[in-house]
């Protein structure tokens, strides 16, 4: 007889799971970023002279890593949230000038104003290519046209992906399930 007791596990995968925080990796595209690479030049220099009385070099390897990281997540939000921000100004900014435009057509200033609102849509255009094209680097899709735009395929490719990878609730001995993520 073995001296090991048979194990079983019963996963019941569910899509009600919030998404929490996830795995961090490096978002390379931030290295054409100037402002980044500033910030992280700064980074580097003032961790360097804070560390400099540390003899170990890999743990002042690792310590510069973590002061590096710390920098680009607390840089990647602040663009997220100034993204989003920008967002919402300019598809507020689109709905007062589509009123103004369908209200005042006649107008003299209706040419300023058609100017005003292609350039706003342009720029949320842009935003919306930029979502789309890291929506489909995070679905981890290997086959992407160049022009192609099935954003919402890849919105939801990577939500499932997700899912997959998430377990929302666990079936004991007893038969009992826990649902509670802190238990999980």
Known sequence: MPDHKAIHISLSLSN??????????????????????????????QTCSYYSKLTDKRLFWEMLKMEIRAATISFSKNLAKSTNCREMEITHRLQVLDEFICNNFH??????????????????????????????????????????????????????????????????????????????
């Open 16 to 45: 009600e799971t919030p998404r929490g925080r996830g795995l961090w990796k490096f978002n390379n595209s931030l290295l054409n970023n100037e402002d980044y690479v500033n910030e992280i030049r700064k980074t580097y220099f």
């Open 107 to 184: 107008s003299p200033a209706t040419d300023q104003v058609l100017n005003e609102f292609d350039d706003l849509k342009t720029e949320l255009h842009t935003i919306y290519t930029k979502k789309g094209n890291a929506a489909i680097f995070r679905s981890k899709c290997r086959w992407v046209e160049k022009g192609e735009r099935p954003t919402k395929y890849f919105f939801n490719l990577e939500r499932r992906n997700y899912n997959k990878k998430t377990i929302s609730q666990l079936r004991m001995e007893d038969e009992t399930i826990i649902k509670s993520e802190t238990q999980v």
